[in-house]
């Protein structure tokens, strides 16, 4: 079945270590999308990609970078300027333009 | 930014059929109106979407009001599965910005 995976669903760092999130699908789907979620929150966007090799920041990329060689993966990195990491990030795609995301399972990162 | 607004809290018992508001005052002509569910620690899951018409579907129908301003999430028959927190959003481009959400209680 197709879907998105993400991966490890627990990630513990200890703080100042960059940590990279894997993201992949097979949906072929063209666009792809980081969202992060703090408790009792609703969904940030972080980051997205509407094609290969080209993406854009969402409202709060910083401390965060992505990069998009192939369309199945879209790695989020949380560097160690990102002030508060702690979160659960979810990963999305998109089909286009009138069609609904189909998001993954979340990776809950927590740093010591 | 296409803004929804939602109840933060609701409760249904069980069997009983759930309706579930939202307004999206600043939404364009364009944009879809969608709708996810979200239980603890997993990934939202998408439930139904529309633009202008109602909507029917196996989990859901979506009533969309005539100006387009506000829509209701309609559950026909609650059950414990339907525990969740439940997301009205709208697309800018192809965009979707999350609000909140309405935690939904089912009681048996």
């Known amino acids: 079945d197709g879907g998105i995976t993400q991966s490890p669903k627990y990630l513990f760092r200890k703080e100042g270590q960059n940590v990279t999130l894997s993201c992949e699908q097979n949906?072929?789907?063209?666009?792809m999308y980081w969202y992060r979620q703090d408790p009792g929150q609703g969904l940030r966007l972080i980051y997205y990609?509407?094609?290969?090799?080209?993406?854009q920041k969402g409202d709060i990329a910083e401390g965060y970078s992505v990069s998009r060689e192939k369309k199945e993966s879209f790695p989020l990195t949380v560097t160690s300027a990102q002030k508060n990491p702690t979160a659960f990030y979810l990963c999305?795609?998109?089909?286009?333009?009138?069609?609904?995301?189909?998001f993954g399972s979340g990776t809950r990162l927590t740093v010591v | 930014d296409a803004k929804t607004t939602q109840p933060n809290s609701m409760e249904s018992n069980e069997e009983e059929p759930v309706h579930l508001p939202c307004n999206h005052s600043?939404?364009?002509?364009?944009?879809?109106i969608h709708w996810y569910r979200q239980l603890p620690s997993q990934g939202p899951e998408y439930v139904i979407h529309?633009?202008?018409s109602n909507v029917n579907n196996r989990m859901a129908s979506l009533a969309i009001a005539e100006d387009r301003k506000s829509s209701t999430l309609i559950l026909h028959r609650a059950t414990l599965r339907d525990a969740a927190v439940y997301y009205c959003?709208?697309?800018?481009?192809?965009?979707?910005?999350f609000g909140t959400g309405t935690s939904l209680t089912v009681i048996p």
């Open positions: 600043t939404i364009s002509g364009t944009d879809y």
């Open positions: 999305a795609s998109m089909r286009g333009t009138g069609y609904g995301y189909t």
């Open positions: 949906l072929n789907h063209d666009a």
């Open positions: 529309g633009l202008t």
């Open positions: 990609s509407q094609i290969v090799n080209d993406f």
């Open positions: 959003t709208s697309n800018t481009g192809n965009q979707f910005y």
